[in-house]
């Protein structure tokens, strides 16, 4: 089974500094690693995803994230802050054989001026 | 393309009610994937289909639960009858491809409420 652990519920910076999401995950297989984000009152969209290939992945809006095997981690970043990027943040992990997409608890970034 | 698609965007009603959330997938995606969001226990999958085909079906939380999908562009998720405790905000997704690598998009939900 696979499973993904979002180490912060709240993380709050400010705008024009970096930004650091944290995400563990368990899987006993090779797996495909997604990050969403959430606006509120809003669906989820794809902000990037990691299947096997390069393991720094570059995702939309300036977000990247880094496949860290040793360490079983996949970690969000960016580099500066904008406001628009406060948000509710979803690390997931999908076994590349199956289908289920294992949402982690979210982490809510917010961004002060 | 618009997108997944999902109606209603708010749905009020009272408790023994029927309720019924639509779902329109992007076109050509062949698997669908209907979401149920709560404050207690985060994203839960509710279903799965693959070429109109529930696959799995096991994230049903109750028999109360029904769902179809009729054609390649529409799926419906129905409670009958609803319970306060189904209050929820229900997400659609639909993905290209069966597997797990493939980009599920997601719909802007259906916030439930039920009284």
């Known amino acids: 089974a696979q499973s993904v652990t979002q180490l912060d519920s709240h993380v709050s910076v400010s705008e024009g500094t970096p930004v650091l999401l944290r995400c563990n995950y368990s899987?006993?297989?090779?797996?495909?690693l997604f990050w969403y984000v959430q606006h509120p009152n809003k669906g989820l969209q794809l902000l990037l995803k990691y299947t096997s290939a390069a393991t720094l992945v570059k995702g939309i809006n300036g977000f990247e994230a880094e496949f860290k095997k040793s360490e079983t981690s996949f970690h969000l970043t960016k580099p500066s802050a904008h406001m628009s990027d406060a948000a509710e943040y979803f690390c997931v992990v999908s076994d590349p054989s199956g289908y289920a997409l294992n949402f982690g608890k979210g982490t809510s970034l917010l961004v002060t001026p | 393309d618009a997108g997944v698609i999902q109606s209603p965007r708010h749905e009020v009603t009272e408790m023994g009610q029927e309720v019924t959330l639509r779902c329109k997938p992007i076109s050509g995606h062949n698997s669908l994937f209907w979401y149920r969001q709560t404050m207690m226990r985060g994203l839960e999958l509710l279903i799965y289909f693959n070429n109109n085909v529930p696959i799995d079906d096991s994230g049903m939380p109750e028999d109360r639960f029904s769902a179809k999908m009729p054609n390649a562009s529409f799926s419906t998720l129905k409670i009958q009858p609803s319970e306060p405790r189904d209050s929820a905000v229900y997400f659609c997704?639909?993905?290209?491809?069966?597997?797990?690598?493939?980009?599920?998009?997601f719909g802007p939900g259906t916030r439930l409420t039920v009284l």
């Open positions: 899987s006993s297989y090779s797996p495909s």
């Open positions: 997704a639909s993905s290209l491809q069966y597997g797990g690598t493939d980009t599920q998009y």
